[in-house]
């Protein structure tokens, strides 16, 4: 089982209520999100694409099957942009 967390020294600091910066200060890199990328962030400790999907569902009425790949091609994004790590679970 694929899980994801934040990367380390990774910080997310909210802006407003739609907007926050996600900052890796190791590398340099300062990232503004909108709130729902800000909602995947906060909620990834070390879950799966698939929990993330079901805890942001309960939050904004959405089916999770409806957002899950949504959610997945975010994590992978995450991930390429060092704000992300992910580990398997076994």
Known sequence: MVQFKRAE???LLWLDEE????????LG???VVNHVAGKVLELMDSR?????AELL????????R??????RKLLEEYESLHIATKHTNL
């Open 48 to 52: 799966t694409s698939d929990q993330i």
């Open 57 to 64: 569902a309960g939050l904004y009425s959405v089916e999770a």
């Open 19 to 26: 907007n926050a910066v996600v900052e890796n200060p190791a």
């Open 66 to 71: 409806a957002i899950v790949e949504d959610v």
């Open 9 to 11: 020294g990774v910080s």
């Open 29 to 31: 890199l300062v990232h």
